[in-house]
């Protein structure tokens, strides 16, 4: 069977169903196990070996989702801190929807406008809106307006009917639109960013500070902590200054835009040591969230540990 050639794409699938890039690559390996088990099973005369395996993979997502907790971000587990605040207790990696490598989920080659519906349907904001779906409604928006596939093809996969399907996209879309997923990063947007990082890397609150909009929130994962508005995040940005001297961020692809890996000094010599992954939300020309992913794996993100 061929089914591996389809693992970045299934992958990208169970990522936005699921919400975490760990859980993903588990759910497409029993999927792809469940294939080679029951490769006897496949009739190419009643739909693609592609369609199968989705109609696989999407059985092993909704499986993995009936125990399932509810992942979000920071700011949806409780009311925002104060600056000075204790960190609290780390909550389990399961309580948040977590960022994901590019080249995890983004399928190399994809036809150009495919790839930007795919790059927009796994930024951080749009999965973490996505948990907010019920199972169901997931699997169908993500099938219908994110991998184009028709009703009848939704319907035949989900073993339901198509207006039980049109009817789910409709609550689908409505709960999608109540959301603030954002928007995709532009050059202006990127821009911004490049400014941050070079203020950051100088250690310069005020010019920081400056690029946020003042009602921005910072978050640390795994911690529930986060906090909202600019002068806050200045008060916590002062006290860091210390630890954070010397580091550097470095880009990556991640989420379908930029995120970067905060790497500290490792003493003499010039060599840096990956500390956290931070991504940024942007929004009317300020920088509108930083969550600081102090859980990350580095080796999962290519880098040296």
Do not use: K
């Amino acid at each position: 069977m061929q089914a591996e050639i389809f693992r970045v794409e299934l992958t990208g699938y169970a990522y936005r169903m699921l919400g975490c890039p760990g859980e993903a690559e588990d759910a497409v390996q029993e999927t792809l196990l469940r294939a080679w088990r029951h490769a006897d099973r496949f009739d190419a005369g009643r739909g693609s070996l592609r369609t199968w395996l989705y109609r696989i993979a999407t059985n092993v997502c909704l499986d993995m989702l009936r125990s399932a907790r509810r992942r979000a971000h920071a700011v949806d587990l409780g009311p925002a801190a104060e600056a000075g605040a204790p960190l609290g207790e780390a909550l389990p990696r399961s309580a948040f929807v977590r960022p994901v490598a590019d080249c995890r989920v983004l399928p190399a080659g994809a036809d150009p406008a495919e790839l930007i519906v795919r790059r927009e349907s796994v930024r951080l904001a749009f999965v973490a809106a996505l948990q907010r779906l019920s199972p169901r409604q997931r699997a169908v928006l993500i099938l219908r307006d994110v991998l184009g596939w028709h009703a009848d093809e939704v319907a035949g996969l989900l073993d339901t009917s198509v207006p039980s399907v049109t009817s789910a996209l409709q609550r689908a879309r409505a709960t999608i639109r109540r959301e603030d997923t954002g928007a995709p990063l532009d050059d202006a947007g990127r821009e911004l960013l490049e400014r941050y990082c070079r203020a950051f890397e100088r250690d310069d609150v005020a010019a920081m500070v400056a690029l946020l909009h003042e009602d921005a929130t910072m978050s640390m994962p795994p911690f529930a902590w986060w906090l909202r508005g600019r002068e806050q995040i200045r008060l916590v940005l002062e006290v860091a200054g210390g630890p954070c001297r010397g580091a550097r961020l470095v880009p990556v692809a991640a989420n379908g835009t930029t995120a970067f890996w905060q790497e500290r000094p490792a003493g003499p010599g010039g060599a840096y040591v990956p500390f956290a992954l931070q991504h940024f939300e942007v929004a009317h020309g300020r920088v509108t969230g930083i969550s600081t992913y102090l859980d990350e794996d580095p080796a999962a993100w290519g880098r040296p540990g």
